[in-house]
C-alpha cells in the first residue's frame, strides 16, 4: 500500500504571495491532518479534516485555510505569505478519526516552504 | 490542551550504548506514538503504545498511562539511529489532533 504523498516537496515563494500544498492520504484513510514545523516552535497541528468537513483546528490565523475532497485528498493554502510561515509542513492520515479514537497516523515525507 | 515534555533535548552516545528517552504528559490520552524523523523530514512511526509495553528489534517502548509517562529504549545503538525523537499524544476528546513534544536529538558516534 502506498504511503502518504505530498506535492510538491519544496518551494519558494516571496512575501504576499498565495501557495497551496497537497496531500494524498494512504488509501482507505478518510482522515487527513496539518501541521507545520518551525525550529522555533516544533511541530504545531494546523486543522484535521474528514469527510470533507474541518473537524479540528489548531491556533493558526486564518491565512491558513484547508480542504478536502471527496477521494479524502486534502490541500492546504496560505495567503499573503508572511517570513515566518517558511517552516515543513507534514500530513498525517489515519483510517479512525471519531472522537475516543486510537487509530495510528501516519506521516507523509512533507513539503519545506521558503518564503523570501 | 494536554502538554507534551520529552527528555533529555539532546543525546550523544557511542555506537553500541543504550539509552532510554523519555515522555511526560499532563493528561489522560488515548494515543501515544514514538516517531523518528530523518534528516530529510519525514516522521518515521516507530509505536504506537498508548500502554504498555512493546519491542521492535533493537526498539521498545513502555508506556505507563496511571503515570502519563512513556519511555523508549534503543539497545546496542547504530549511527543510523541518529536523527530527532519524537512522542506525541492525543487527547480522547480531540480527534485527530496530536500533541507533539520537543524531540530528543539523538547522535550516535561511531
Known amino acids: 500500500k502506498a504511503g502518504v504523498t505530498q506535492t510538491p516537496r519544496y518551494l519558494i515563494k516571496t512575501r504576499g504571495q498565495q501557495v497551496t500544498l497537497s496531500c494524498s492520504p494512504i488509501s482507505g484513510h478518510r482522515s487527513v491532518s496539518w501541521y507545520q514545523q518551525t525550529p522555533g516552535q516544533g511541530l504545531q497541528f494546523l486543522f484535521e479534516?474528514?469527510?470533507?468537513?474541518?473537524?479540528n483546528k489548531g491556533n493558526f490565523p486564518g491565512r491558513f485555510s484547508g480542504r478536502q475532497f471527496s477521494n479524502s485528498r486534502s490541500e492546504m493554502n496560505v495567503s499573503t505569505l508572511e517570513l515566518g510561515d517558511s517552516a515543513l509542513y507534514l500530513c498525517a492520515s489515519s483510517s479512525t478519526p471519531a472522537p475516543g479514537s486510537t487509530d495510528t497516523q501516519y506521516f507523509g515525507p512533507g513539503t519545506r516552504l521558503t518564503v523570501l | 490542551g494536554i502538554q507534551v515534555e520529552q527528555s533529555p533535548p539532546d543525546l550523544i552516545l557511542q555506537e553500541g550504548a543504550n539509552s532510554t528517552l523519555r515522555c511526560n504528559f499532563s493528561?489522560?490520552?488515548?494515543?501515544l506514538q514514538w516517531f523518528h524523523q530523518n534528516p530529510w523530514g519525514q516522521l518515521i512511526n516507530l509505536f504506537y503504545i498508548p500502554s504498555g509495553t512493546k519491542q521492535n528489534g533493537r526498539l521498545s517502548a513502555t508506556t505507563v498511562a496511571t503515570e502519563r509517562y512513556s519511555l523508549l529504549y534503543i539497545s546496542s545503538s547504530q549511527t543510523t539511529d541518529s536523527g530527532v525523537y519524537f512522542c506525541a499524544a492525543r487527547h480522547y476528546n480531540q480527534g485527530g489532533k496530536l500533541i507533539f513534544g520537543q524531540g530528543t536529538e539523538l547522535s550516535v558516534k561511531p
Open positions: 479534516y474528514f469527510s470533507e468537513t474541518q473537524r
Open positions: 493528561d489522560s490520552v488515548n494515543n
